[in-house]
């Protein structure tokens, strides 16, 4: 069956299934809420050490997605490639510093589908990347009924306002604080919260159904958050990466030199050598101290969400989305932060609650989002739900979410879509619901721009202008392969003959991805090298053959 055939067969069965849904379906409510810079780090995904019992929870009454992935791990092309169900290379932003409305096309976004079907949309604290990425208006009025709404009190994120062991503040990385002394005295994602409660109090008896989109701050750096949160993981129970170290073989091109915290005052005080460090140890555990606490601090901020939603009565009739924009590096490879294509940068939480679906009563408690203390016990560790391991990707909420709240998902994108306001490269995930099958071919496409071979001072966030190579990377079940090739940003083309590095890791045995099998530029040869009897070999080759048919280039100009 070729390509195309196989292609239009998937729309007619996505068609067909997708009206059905929406045929029985009365029309919900959505709560979006998206974190910034978490990874898989919560007990829902197995994370020994981490408190979030209010995201547990969530997760205890939704279908969690165990392998969904964003298409470029950093803020500002991820959002928008989520919210539009376009990869990077049709939003054509790899940078911050443009807007695709102008710059490639005019998308409709995901809650412009749903206000122009009649929806109030609302949005509050960090959804669009702020600034140029979304026209300096987080895209209003096309996908907001109201002027979008940020926290006062993040115009103080990266100012001195970290008391350092000097006591005097600094612009640190590590900034516990107490709230009560703090610009506002409060903080970014607190104020968040408060205007997200005040929002679904305000629609609850409006008669209109809402799309809330929330975005909390953390775990994004700085780690400004209240101190008392570090008290749930004292530093002798923080534990390095356990790769700490650049892995053997790695192109240099596939390295990032995080350049972000290498600017906070504190790391700046340790005179680390650029780009591999490596930072001293002891600095490492307290990174991976406040960024657990971070993510517990974000887990309780959910926890007052849900409770108020499911206070005024509005869980049953209400999608809860929960996902992140892309993951954050803890010292895995030598790396940190995110700028990456490895899986703890592109990996991310994914969970859809539906009552009736998802979750279906009786339960132990009365409530069905009763607020879960941080700070005391934690029961809930994902105890019920559903979980899916199909390998999936951020582009997929767009179609799935208007699926389960009773609207027509957008059709499948042609190959050439720049001037198709409306359509998903993603899939409809509400089929995967019941399916507990561990293995699929389904593959997840991540890519993420370099100006140079070797790691330079904007190796981690390159303008448009001077990325020079484009490092495409395929995620299925089996492996991670990963090609960086030649890149022309003023015709957005990728030349795949000129290749300037790759990667190969077999997870099942190497699920690190610590040990790069890639060794010949002829992808064919390598092939041959490694034997076609493996049972990942033909999905392998099929995918680059995709790859290499230029359709993520076809139809630029």
């Known amino acids: 069956m070729s390509l195309s055939v196989q292609k239009w067969f998937g729309v007619l ?42 995201i547990d929870q969530l997760a205890s009454k939704s279908n969690v997605f165990l392998n969904a992935y964003a298409q470029q791990a950093v803020c500002g092309p991820s959002r928008t490639s989520l919210l539009t169900s376009r990869r990077p290379d049709t939003t054509r932003l790899y940078d911050f510093k443009s807007y695709w ?28 990347h702020p600034g140029i990425a979304s026209n300096h208006s987080d895209d209003y009025p096309y996908s907001w009924s109201v002027p979008p709404y940020h926290p006062p009190s993040f115009k103080y994120e990266n100012m001195k306002v970290c008391k350092g062991s ?30 997200a409660i005040r929002l679904l109090k305000s629609t609850r008896d409006s008669g209109k159904n809402f799309f809330l989109a929330v975005g909390f701050h953390k775990p994004h750096i700085p780690f400004r958050i209240p101190q008392e949160f ?30 972000d915290i290498r600017k906070r005052e504190d790391v700046q005080a340790l005179n680390i050598s650029f780009p ?59 790396e940190w932060a995110k700028y990456s294509n490895f899986d703890v940068a592109t990996r991310v939480p994914l969970m859809f609650y539906v009552a009736g679906m ?22 809930h560790r994902f105890t019920q ?41 993603g899939h409809d995930l509400a089929y995967t619901f019941n399916d507990n099958s561990k293995k699929s071919e389904a593959i997840a496409f991540s890519q993420y721009p370099r100006p140079a071979d070797t790691p330079q001072e904007n190796s981690d966030l390159p303008d448009l202008k001077d990325i020079r190579i484009m490092g495409y990377s395929l995620r299925s ?71 290499t048919a230029g359709t993520k280039s076809k139809g630029m100009a």
């Open 13 to 54: 069965i996505l068609c067909i299934f997708s009206h059905d849904v929406v045929a029985k379906t009365v029309r919900r409510n959505v709560l979006f809420i998206m974190a910034d810079d978490l990874r898989p780090t919560l007990g829902c995904y197995g994370d020994p050490i981490v408190k979030s019992p209010n």
């Open 101 to 128: 409305r102008v710059h490639a096309g005019n998308y409709t976004t995901l809650p412009q589908y749903f206000k122009s079907k009649g929806y109030t949309t609302m949005s509050v604290g960090k959804v669009f």
């Open 166 to 195: 000097d006591g005097k503040l600094h612009a640190n990385l590590l900034c516990s604080v107490n709230v009560s002394e703090t610009p506002l005295g409060t903080l970014p994602d607190m104020e968040s919260t408060e205007e």
């Open 230 to 259: 570090l008290t749930l993981y004292p530093l002798e129970k923080m534990r390095l990466a356990p790769d700490p170290d650049v892995p053997k073989g790695l192109p240099s091109v596939a390295y990032n030199p995080w350049t």
């Open 276 to 334: 591999y460090g490596p930072i001293p140890k002891d600095f490492q555990l307290q990174i991976q101290q406040h960024y657990y606490a971070s993510v517990s601090y974000m887990d309780s901020q959910v926890g007052r969400l849900l409770n108020t939603l499911d206070y005024l009565g509005l869980a049953e009739d209400t999608v809860v989305v929960f996902t992140s924009d892309h993951g954050w590096s803890l010292g895995e490879h030598g």
């Open 358 to 379: 998802t979750a279906v009563r009786p339960w132990p408690e009365d409530e069905t989002f009763p607020y879960m203390d941080v700070f005391g016990p934690t029961p």
């Open 385 to 425: 739900g559903g979980t899916v391991s199909n390998v999936n990707e951020l582009l997929d909420i767009f179609p799935t979410v208007s699926v389960l709240a009773g609207l027509k998902p957008p059709l499948p994108c042609p190959d050439n879509s720049f001037h198709v306001e409306l359509c998903t490269e």
């Open 477 to 547: 079940w089996d492996y991670r392969f990963t090609v960086w090739a030649g890149f022309d940003p003023a015709s957005f083309q990728v030349n795949l003959s000129d290749v300037h590095g790759g990667e190969l890791y077999l997870l099942e045995e190497d699920p690190g991805q610590d040990h790069n099998l890639y060794n010949s530029s002829e992808h064919s040869l390598l092939l041959c090298k490694l034997g076609q009897q493996q049972p990942w070999a033909q999905t392998l080759k099929q995918h680059l053959l995709y790859l």
